[in-house]
C-alpha cells in the first residue's frame, strides 16, 4: 500500500508541477514577451552606459507598470540595478536585485529565477533621446514549479536526514531505561498488578500463559511510546497465542482484540513525536503527552467495544446480516454512540457540555504533567533497577545500542517519504487536495492539511512521520495545526502494517474483525484528538 501511495505523491507532485508550468507559459504569466517601458536616472551620458559599468535607478510609473503586468501600483517604483558595457550602441544588460519591500511581481520573478532573489534584464535605450528613458525586458522565466521541486526534494532529503540524526539521542535513551525496566522484573509486577484487566480482554487466553506476560510487555512499551521496542513482544505474543488457535490460519479473538488495542495506540508518551517537535524548535515538545493521552484513551475504548462487540459476528456476508437482526438493538446503540461522538464535535455539544470545566485548569493541569512525566518516569524506573542491584549502567547502554540502531535504520525512509512530499507539496498538488477536502474538513472544524496526516498514520509509520515532520516544519509545532497533527500521531497506530506485520508472523490469513475494530479505533482516536486540541489550543 504505501509504494501506491508514495508513488502518487510523485505523480501529483510533477503533473500538478508540470500543469501550472504549461499553463504559465500559455498565458505568459511571467511577461517573458512583454517590454516594461522606464525611466533612467543616475547615468552620466547615454555615451558612459555603454563604455564602463554604472550604477543607475530604473523609474517605473504605475501607467507603464500597469500596461506591462496587468496590475496596479499606487506609488513610482524606483529599482537599483547595475549595468554592463556593451558595444553595440542600442542596449545594455542590466543586473539587479529588487528589494523585497516593493511586494510586485518583480520580486516575485528574482525569487523564483534567482539565486539570490536577483534578476537579469536587456535594457534598449529609445532612439533619437538622451539617456533618460528606455525599454526593459527580462530574462525569460519558465518552468518556476519543476524548479521549485528540484530545490524542494534535495532540500528535504537533507532534512530527513538531520531529523533522523535528532532521534538518536531520544531513542537510545527510554530504549536504555526500558532495557533496565525489563531486567529489574518491574514489567512482571505490571503484568500481575493489571490481570483483572486481562482477564476480561482475553477470556480464552490462561492468566499464566507466556502469551500474557508478552502482551502486558507490548502494551507497556506502547504506553511509554516505545513503539519499535513493542514491536518484539508483539510478534512474540502473536506467536504463543497460535498455540492457542485451534484452526490455523484464522484469527481468534484475543488475537483481534489484541491487535484492536495495538492499533489504537494508547500512549502516555509519545517519545517520537516529542523528539521531532524538538528537534524543529518547539518551545515545549512535550505539551502533546496530555492530548496524545485523551486520543489514544478514545482510540482504545472503541478498539475494545467494537472487538468485543465484532467478535460475536462471524464477519461474512450471509452470516452477518443474520446475527445483525438478532442483536439489532446492540448494533443500534453502538453506533449511535459513534454517531453521537462524531456529531457532537462537529456541532460543538461536546463544548458546551464541558463548558464548567476550566480550560486554563486544564491547560495548566496537562502543562504540569507533561513536564513531571518523563523526568519521574526515568527516575522511578532507573531507582526501581537500582534496588533490583541491576548493573543500571551496563544494562542502559545495552538498551540504548538498540536505539541507535533503530535511529539510523529509519533514515532511508524518512528521506523517501520527505522527498516525496517535498514533490508533492512544491509541485502544487497539495493546495489541490486542501481545496477538494475542503467540504469534509471544515464542517468539522478540522484544517484541511492535517487529514492527509489522518489519511497516511494507519498506512504508514514512516510516511505520517514524514507527513507530520512536514506540517510542522512549515506551520510551525506550536502552532494549533502543528500540536493537532502530532497529537494525531501519538493518538493512533498503523493499523494496516500492525496487522500485516503480527498476522503474517504467523500465517493467518482470515483476519475476522481485526481491520474493521482497528479503523473505528482509528477514526475515534482522530476525532478525540481533534475535540481536545480545539478544546485547549483552538
Not at 467478535?311 to 448494533?331: I, S, V, Y
Request: hydrophobic share 50%; net charge neutral; with cysteine.
Amino acid at each position: 500500500m504505501l509504494n501506491y501511495v508514495w508513488y502518487a505523491l510523485i505523480i501529483l507532485g510533477l503533473s500538478a508541477a508540470i500543469y501550472t508550468d504549461v499553463s504559465d507559459l500559455g498565458t505568459d504569466a511571467w511577461n517573458n514577451n512583454r517590454s516594461l517601458t522606464v525611466g533612467i536616472e543616475g547615468a552620466e551620458s547615454r555615451d558612459s552606459l555603454f563604455s564602463h559599468a554604472s550604477d543607475i535607478n530604473l523609474v517605473v510609473s504605475p501607467a507603464a507598470f500597469k500596461i506591462w503586468s496587468g496590475k496596479e501600483i499606487s506609488d513610482t517604483l524606483r529599482i537599483s540595478a547595475k549595468s554592463s558595457p556593451s558595444k553595440d550602441g542600442a542596449s545594455v544588460a542590466l543586473y539587479m536585485t529588487p528589494a523585497k519591500s516593493l511586494n510586485t511581481v518583480l520580486t516575485k520573478m528574482a525569487s523564483v529565477n534567482g539565486k539570490d532573489n536577483d534578476l537579469l534584464a536587456t535594457l534598449t535605450l529609445s532612439k533619437n533621446t538622451d539617456a533618460a528613458a528606455g525599454s526593459v525586458k527580462f530574462e525569460r522565466i519558465s518552468f518556476v514549479k519543476m524548479k521549485e521541486v528540484t530545490s524542494s526534494v534535495l532540500s528535504y532529503a537533507e532534512t530527513a536526514v538531520t531529523i533522523a540524526l535528532g532521534l538518536i539521542g531520544i531513542m537510545a535513551l527510554w530504549l536504555g531505561v526500558m532495557k533496565v525496566a525489563e531486567e529489574g522484573g518491574l514489567i512482571a509486577i505490571i503484568a500481575k498488578a493489571v490481570k483483572p484487566i486481562t482477564k476480561f480482554l482475553y477470556p480464552d487466553v490462561p492468566s499464566d500463559h507466556p502469551a500474557m506476560g508478552a502482551m502486558i510487555m507490548n502494551f507497556s512499551a506502547n504506553f511509554l511510546g516505545l513503539g519499535n521496542a513493542a514491536t518484539p513482544f508483539g510478534l512474540k505474543a502473536m506467536e504463543e497465542l497460535d498455540k492457542l488457535n485451534p484452526e490455523k490460519g484464522t484469527a481468534t479473538n484475543a488475537m483481534c482484540t489484541f491487535l484492536a488495542i495495538n492499533t489504537a495506540g494508547m500512549t502516555l508518551i509519545p517519545a517520537t513525536a516529542i523528539a521531532i517537535r524538538a528537534s524543529v524548535g518547539s518551545s515545549d515538545p512535550a505539551i502533546i503527552i496530555g492530548t496524545s493521552l485523551f486520543g489514544s484513551t478514545c482510540a482504545t475504548t472503541v478498539a475494545i467495544l467494537s472487538a468485543k462487540l465484532f467478535e460475536n459476528f462471524p464477519m461474512t456476508p450471509t452470516t452477518f446480516f443474520e446475527r445483525a437482526k438478532k442483536n439489532l438493538k446492540g448494533f443500534a446503540i453502538f453506533f449511535a454512540v459513534i454517531f453521537m461522538l462524531f456529531a457532537g464535535i462537529m456541532s460543538g455539544a461536546f463544548s458546551y457540555l464541558f463548558s464548567w470545566v476550566s480550560v486554563d485548569f486544564v491547560r495548566n493541569f496537562i502543562q504540569l504533567f507533561s513536564i513531571a512525566a518523563i523526568p519521574m518516569l526515568i527516575l522511578i524506573f532507573l531507582s526501581f533497577g537500582f534496588i533490583k542491584k541491576v548493573k543500571v549502567y551496563e544494562t542502559f547502554v545495552e538498551g540504548a545500542k538498540e536505539g541507535f540502531n533503530i535511529a539510523v535504520r529509519i533514515i532511508p525512509y524518512l528521506v523517501a517519504m520527505l522527498a516525496a512530499i517535498g514533490i508533492f507539496r512544491a509541485g502544487g498538488a497539495m493546495e489541490w487536495l486542501i481545496y477538494g477536502l475542503a467540504f469534509i474538513t471544515d464542517p468539522i472544524g478540522m484544517p484541511a492539511e492535517a487529514l492527509p496526516m489522518a489519511l497516511m498514520r494507519p498506512l504508514s509509520g514512516s510516511g505520517s512521520l514524514g507527513i507530520m515532520t512536514e506540517i510542522i516544519t512549515i506551520h510551525g509545532p506550536d502552532t494549533f495545526l502543528g500540536i493537532l497533527v502530532s497529537t494525531f500521531f501519538g493518538s493512533s497506530e498503523t493499523t494496516f502494517y500492525v496487522l500485516a506485520v503480527y498476522f503474517g508472523s504467523v500465517g493467518i490469513k482470515k483476519t475476522r474483525h481485526a481491520l474493521p475494530a482497528g479503523l473505528l479505533a482509528d477514526v475515534a482516536g482522530f476525532l478525540g484528538a481533534l475535540f481536545i486540541v480545539k478544546l485547549l489550543f483552538g
